[in-house]
């Protein structure tokens, strides 16, 4: 017999070398089924196995990828982009249809959200306000006009729906330059770059996975929607810290200390960042 993938002679079910099974059958639907509830509840399948540990010991990923043991989890990069890209799908469709105001006087810039169609000219007043004096003024002053116009007519749906575009973009330049200020405060030992980045790659892995699960039990469940919340909120501050605690190595209090001080510039820069992703959202929309 021979692999009917790369066509080297078979000594067993799987070839030796390209690895494939032999399965000379034509697959039905029931294979497919079949193969899919195997690989995903397999004992040694390593999608739970990884979430399990993610969840349950902060920083032991980190920990363990940069000890060697890796071929038991999934890559974090690979992880990381598969989790973030639900979460930001399931965040985009709980804002797919936004609430524009209860209130029906409610007015931004003197326009009114529920008829945001009906005074032209308090949109041009409006957007008239909105300046830019900073480098390349005379290519980005009219798209932020435009982008203003576009979106107090739209009610705001624009805007919102090119920010939540533009946001995992914003989380590669955020969690890059929070690495490089993570290099200032754990000076000795020496610390590699790339060990920051995978340690903080790993903890908002585990946030966005928080997200997607609270996010699927409010709409499950909206009646557990605020105390799952407020727990999660809780949760995620407890594992920053303690994953600090086990990657790093250092002491409960100097944790703690690092930990406050470290927030405020995640805070700083998460600000910048998402004020650059606002101003990015408003050129597009």
């Known amino acids: ?47 739970w196995v990884t979430l399990w540990k993610l969840l349950s010991k902060p920083g032991l990923l980190a ?55 009906t005074d032209r000219v308090a949109v041009e007043n409006a957007c008239a306000k909105l300046q830019y004096n900073g480098p390349f003024q005379q290519q980005i002053s009219p798209r932020l006009q435009a982008g203003c116009r576009k979106t107090l007519t739209a009610g705001g749906t624009t805007l919102g729906a090119a920010f939540l575009r533009n946001l995992p973009k914003a989380m590669f330049v955020l969690l890059p330059l929070f690495a490089v200020a993570m290099l200032l405060f754990y000076l000795w030992p020496r610390r590699l770059y790339a060990e920051h980045l995978v340690y903080l790659i790993c903890n908002h892995t585990a946030i966005f996975l928080v997200g997607v699960l609270v996010q699927f039990a409010d709409l ?10 407020l727990a999660s909120l809780l949760y995620i501050v407890w594992y920053c810290w303690r994953g600090m605690r086990v990657f790093y190595g250092n002491g409960r209090w100097l944790t703690l200390a690092k930990f406050f001080a470290l927030g405020v510039v995640y805070l700083t820069l998460a600000s910048l960042v998402l004020t650059l992703t606002g101003v990015v959202a408003l050129l597009e929309a």
Request: glycine content about 8%; proline content about 9%; overall charge negative.
């Open 1 to 47: 017999m021979k692999c009917l993938n790369c066509e080297a002679a078979l000594q067993g079910p799987y070839c030796a070398l390209c690895g494939q099974k032999h399965d000379p059958h034509r697959p039905s639907i029931g294979h497919f089924i079949e193969e899919t509830a195997e690989s995903l509840s397999h004992a040694d399948s390593r999608l």
């Open 63 to 117: 920990v363990e990828f940069f000890d060697g043991k890796r071929a038991r989890y999934l890559p974090p990069i690979r992880l990381y982009l598969v989790v973030s890209v639900v979460f930001f799908l399931l965040l985009g469709v709980g804002e797919s249809e936004p609430v524009v105001a209860a209130d029906p006087d409610a007015m931004v810039n003197g326009v009114s959200l529920t008829h945001p169609n």
């Open 220 to 229: 499950v469940l909206p009646a557990v929607s605020g105390p799952l919340t």
